[in-house]
């Protein structure tokens, strides 16, 4: 991954929607997607319209990518970060989540 300084853009700090896609390698839209599907928090925007992600949305992407190579789906990924933001998936829940996800891992072996 390439490295681009988080730089000041206006009053804000952070990078512009291209510069984070090609930061972590996803598609603009598939951001935009990630947003709608409230996976990331709204950005800021520039006086201008313009998105202005900030370092915990890149760390949120790579995590993103992460969860999704272990085989978790959108779904999934949106309760895990639910339980991060408020505690509100029961821990049961998790664990049984990530339990069948190891299963189906087993069965590759």
Do not use: C
């Given at each position: ?6 730089r000041?853009v206006?009053?804000?700090?952070g990078w512009l929607?291209g ?6 390698e996803?598609?603009?839209?598939t ?10 928090l709204?950005?800021h925007?520039?006086?201008?319209g313009?998105?202005i992600?900030?370092?915990?949305a890149?760390?949120r992407?790579?995590?993103i990518q992460g969860?999704?190579?272990f085989?978790l ?7 895990l970060l639910?339980l991060q933001a ?10 049984l989540m990530?339990?069948?996800?190891l299963d189906?891992?087993d069965?590759?072996?």
């Amino acid at each position: 991954m390439e490295t681009i300084k988080n730089r000041p853009v206006g009053n804000a700090r952070g990078w512009l929607i291209g510069e984070l896609s090609h930061l972590v390698e996803i598609p603009i839209q598939t951001i935009r997607y990630y947003e709608r599907l409230e996976l990331l928090l709204k950005p800021h925007r520039t006086e201008q319209g313009y998105r202005i992600y900030s370092t915990d949305a890149l760390e949120r992407l790579l995590f993103i990518q992460g969860v999704k190579a272990f085989g978790l789906s959108l779904d999934e990924i949106k309760q895990l970060l639910d339980l991060q933001a408020t505690h509100t998936i029961p821990y049961a829940t998790f664990k049984l989540m990530v339990q069948q996800k190891l299963d189906k891992l087993d069965l590759f072996d």
